[in-house]
């Protein structure tokens, strides 16, 4: 079976694939591979290339699904299948930009977790029962990679240039899947995104934000199984 190749959003550690990892480990090789050494999406893609496996199929969550798109175009003859979690192809907008600088300059002063929090995590996912162990889980995560990774991908995000040619060509199983309550990439963007892909699958998940793999893990894991034996079929 192909390899499973997973890259986490921003300020995520393996541990956001927690349910992903223990189900699919049982059938296949699961990787992860951290994105949080360069201020620049490209190089971050040069990494994740560099420790992969020969072939593989590709997913990626938020700032993870950008990077995955980078891989893809870098080294599109590896790539066996591309899952795009809660994502965006587009380069950032000029309002969004304008919203990091405050943030990095709170968490240079040693607000990491307030920003992580009360600005960031909060907004992004639905109002589940398990909510606030997720958040407890977030902000575990943020601390756990610490300040100056937060500057780096915020400085990475910022400075993206547009994907949607990347994603334009894509032509190996790819799933386009996000939670239904997601705010920062809303089921519309996802929309357009599946329609760039021919013969993409579109999942949206219920009672979900942001952060699917951890609200609602079984259906998500039903959405990506079934995108992996695709994957197995090539």
């Known amino acids: 079976m192909i390899p499973l190749l997973m890259l986490p959003g921003m300020m995520c550690t393996?541990?956001?694939?927690?349910?992903?990892?223990?189900h699919f480990s049982a059938e296949r090789a699961v990787h992860f591979a951290p994105i949080n050494a360069h201020e620049d999406i490209s190089k971050l893609a040069e990494d994740v290339i560099r420790q992969a496996p020969p072939e593989f199929a590709l997913c990626g969550?938020?700032?993870g699904g950008i990077v995955a798109l980078e891989v893809l175009r870098q080294a599109?003859?590896?790539?066996?299948?591309?899952?795009?979690l809660d994502t965006n192809p587009l380069a950032e907008l000029d309002q969004v930009k304008q919203r990091r600088y405050p943030q990095m300059v709170k968490v240079r002063a040693g607000g990491l977790l307030e920003v992580m929090r009360e600005e960031m995590k909060p907004n992004y996912l639905a109002?589940?029962?398990n909510r606030t162990e997720i958040l407890d889980l977030c902000a575990h995560m943020a601390?756990?990679?610490?300040?100056?990774?937060?500057?780096?991908?915020?400085?990475?995000?910022?400075?993206?240039?547009?994907?949607s040619d990347t994603l334009r060509s894509v032509r190996v199983p790819t799933l386009i899947l996000c939670g239904e309550s997601?705010?920062?990439?809303?089921?519309?963007?996802?929309?357009?995104?599946q329609k760039m892909v021919p013969g993409s699958t579109l999942a949206i998940v219920e009672n979900a934000g942001h952060l699917p793999v951890l609200e609602q893990p079984i259906e998500t894991n039903r959405h990506l199984?079934?995108?992996?034996?695709?994957?197995?079929?090539?």
């Open 14 to 22: 393996a541990q956001l694939f927690r349910e992903q990892t223990a």
């Open 61 to 63: 969550l938020s700032m």
């Open 76 to 84: 599109p003859a590896r790539v066996k299948g591309l899952a795009l």
């Open 127 to 129: 109002n589940g029962e």
């Open 143 to 163: 601390l756990q990679l610490g300040r100056d990774v937060f500057i780096r991908q915020s400085l990475a995000l910022r400075d993206r240039l547009d994907l």
């Open 182 to 193: 997601d705010k920062l990439c809303p089921p519309e963007r996802h929309q357009m995104m």
């Open 225 to 234: 199984q079934a995108w992996l034996y695709a994957c197995d079929s090539l």
